[in-house]
C-alpha cells in the first residue's frame, strides 16, 4: 500500500482545494498463472490480481477541464472534457482519456477534475500496468461523480477505452481482473462469453513469486499479430475439414487435433497444438487448484512453459533461463513465462518455507548468467480496484 497521507500533501501542494467532494482508489496489476495467447482464440485464462497498485487521488472542479500529475515520472498534463483526442507524446494519459470518452459515449454525465495517481506496478513487465490505470480511471470518475456503474461495465469500459482510444486489441482478461479480483482468489475467464468464476487460492503454504527478467518485450507487436494471423489459419482448416462447429480453436479437441496434425502445415501445427493444449491446460488447473492439487497445478505451468516456448516460440533466453533455475530449486512446484513474451516475467508456485533460499538463487544464478539483477515480487491474489478513501474519510 503506498503512502495516502504522502500522496494527499502532493495533491494539496499541487492543486486548491475546490470544496468539491474528492477521494482515494487504487486497482491492482495482474499476473496470468496459466492461459497465454488463449484469449484472442475465444479460449480460456486465469490471472490473478497481485499486491502492486495504481493509486489514485482526485477531486471534483467546478468546471471541464483536468489536470492530471504522474507521481511517478512527475509530469503533468491539461485537457478538456470537451475535446478529448489521444496524445502523441504523453502517451500515458491517453488511458485516462480513453476512459473518460467511453463515459460521456455511454451517456454519463462528468465535471472536470484535478487527479494525482503512483504506480509501484513496475511498468513494461507484463504485469499490466496499463489495465491498472485505465480501470483506477474509471472507478475514481465513478465515484466522483456518483454515476451508478457497477464494476463489470467499469471493467468493458476500460477495455473500450484501450480498443478504441489507445488502439491497442487487447482481449477483456486484464481490465476484468483488476476491477473483479478477490483475495485468496483467481479468476477463471471465458473470453468467448466474458462469464467468470472466481477459483479459490486459499492455502497460505503456497506462494507465488514473479520474477521480472527486465527484458523489455521487443518482437512483441510483429509476432504477436503473426501468431493471431496462424492461429486464424489454423481454425479457417479445421472448418474446412470438422465444418461450421468451429469457428476459433478453442472448438477443436484435442483428439481432433491429433487426426488432423499431419495435414496442417509447420508451424501451423504447432501454433494450433498450442492453443488447443493450453486452453485444457487452464481447465485442468481450476479443477486442480479447487481440489488443492498444487502439485498438479505446477506441472501444468511447466508445459504450458515448455509449449510457449516450443510450439508457440514466445519466450526468450532470458525467461527459459529463469524458468530452468527455478524449477532446479527445491519447494518450487511449478514455473512459467507469464504475460505475450520476449521479455517480462515468469510466474512460480513454490511452498511458502523456500520463498527466501528461492530469491537469492534465482537473482544470483540469473546475474551471473546474464549480468542483469532480476526483480522479485512475492504477492498473494489480491483484492481488485476500491475506494480506499471518500469524502467523508478526510475533514482537511
Given amino acids: 500500500m503506498q503512502d495516502l497521507n504522502k500522496l494527499w500533501k502532493i495533491f494539496k501542494d499541487k492543486f486548491t482545494d475546490t470544496g468539491l467532494t474528492k477521494g482515494a482508489f487504487s486497482a491492482p496489476g ?102 491498472a490505470l485505465e480501470v483506477v480511471t474509471v472507478l475514481t470518475m465513478v465515484k466522483l461523480n456518483s454515476l451508478d ?46 462469464k467468470y468464476q472466481l477459483t479459490p487460492f486459499k492455502d497460505h503454504n503456497y506462494q507465488i513469486v514473479i520474477c521480472n527478467s527486465k527484458i523489455q518485450r521487443s518482437l512483441i507487436n510483429s509476432e504477436y499479430n503473426k501468431r493471431r494471423e496462424e492461429c486464424k489459419r489454423a481454425a479457417k482448416f479445421f472448418t474446412h475439414r470438422l465444418g461450421s462447429k468451429i469457428h476459433t480453436l478453442r472448438d477443436v479437441t484435442i483428439e481432433e487435433f491429433k487426426q488432423y496434425q499431419q495435414c496442417l502445415p509447420e508451424p501451423i501445427a504447432r501454433r494450433a497444438r498450442h492453443v488447443i493444449l493450453e486452453n ?45 533455475l527455478a524449477i532446479e530449486q527445491e519447494g518450487v512446484l511449478g514455473a512459467r513465462m507469464t504475460g505475450a513474451g520476449f521479455g517480462g516475467c515468469t510466474v512460480n508456485l513454490l511452498k511458502r518455507d523456500y520463498v527466501d533460499a528461492f530469491e537469492k538463487k534465482i537473482k544470483k544464478e540469473y546475474k551471473k548468467t546474464t549480468g542483469i539483477t532480476s526483480d522479485i515480487y512475492i504477492t498473494r491474489p489480491a483484492e481488485g480496484a476500491k475506494v480506499l478513501e471518500n469524502k467523508s474519510d478526510r475533514t482537511d
Avoid at 478504441?164 to 481482473?177: E, K, L, P, T
Avoid at 481450476?286 to 501444468?300: D, E, H, I, T, Y
Fill in 30 to 131: 495482474r499476473v496470468n498463472l496459466i492461459g497465454e495467447h488463449t484469449d484472442y482464440n475465444e479460449g480460456f485464462v486465469l490471472p490473478m490480481a497481485i499486491e502492486k497498485e495504481v493509486v489514485m487521488l482526485g477531486q471534483l472542479r467546478n468546471d471541464r477541464l483536468v489536470q492530471v500529475f504522474d507521481f511517478v515520472y512527475k509530469t503533468e498534463i491539461k485537457f478538456s472534457l470537451d475535446s478529448l483526442s489521444p496524445s502523441k507524446k504523453d502517451t500515458w494519459t491517453n488511458y485516462l482519456m480513453g476512459v473518460m470518452d467511453e463515459i460521456q459515449k455511454a451517456g454519463y454525465p462528468l465535471q472536470g477534475t484535478n487527479l494525482i495517481f503512483g504506480s509501484n506496478i513496475p511498468r513494461k513487465a507484463g504485469l499490466s500496468s496499463s489495465a
Fill in 149 to 194: 456503474i457497477e464494476p463489470l461495465e467499469m471493467a468493458h469500459l476500460s477495455r473500450r477505452a484501450e480498443n478504441n482510444f489507445v488502439g491497442v486489441a487487447c482481449g477483456i482478461m486484464d481490465q476484468y481482473i483488476s476491477c473483479l479480483g478477490q483475495k485468496n482468489y483467481a479468476l477463471f475467464i471465458d473470453c468467448r462469453t466474458n
Fill in 280 to 324: 485444457y491446460r487452464v481447465q485442468a488447473g481450476v479443477q486442480a487448484l479447487r481440489k488443492k492439487n498444487f502439485s498438479a497445478f505446477g506441472k501444468l505451468m511447466v508445459e504450458s512453459h515448455r509449449s510457449l516456448k516450443d510450439d508457440y516460440e514466445v519466450s526468450c533466453a532470458e525467461l527459459d533461463l529463469l524458468v530452468d
